[in-house]
């Protein structure tokens, strides 16, 4: 009776293994499937990026207005402050000394120190801090209230 037992373990035992083995080679040799997503280039589906660091529209575009009147090209005047918007403000705040970094349109920590100084030279006494903070945002979207 022990060697019947014995023969049927063994044999079990070789027929799972067979069968796992089997099993894992079928999925090792399949074919992966077919992605059939639509592939579309990064730019293409990119979305537009821009800050506008709490200004509407209408201010937005006084803002682009103000950097065009002082010679600097902020792009179509949109009301939407993308890379160039910020590129060309950039330069300017660094033209004028307020020292806004490196001129990539990214709205750091150095921009926004860069707009607080300038802000601050219209006597609106911002901490300069480069944070983007309320008061900050106020002071900003007061700066910008009037018309292009």
Known sequence: MRA?????????????????????????FAAPAQDTRAVASAEAVAPLEENNL?????????WQCWVRDRGYNPGEIDGRLGTQSWKAAQQMLNDKGHNAGNV???????????????LNTFGYGLAVDGVDSEPFREAFRD?????C
């Open 104 to 118: 990539d349109g990214d709205v750091g920590p150095n921009t926004i120190s860069a707009l607080q100084r300038y």
């Open 143 to 147: 700066f910008n209230n009037t018309g």
């Open 54 to 62: 709490g200004l509407d529209a209408e201010q937005a575009k006084n």
């Open 4 to 28: 019947i037992t014995r023969t049927l373990i063994g044999v079990t035992t070789a027929v799972g293994i067979a069968a796992g083995s089997l099993a894992a080679a079928g999925t090792a």
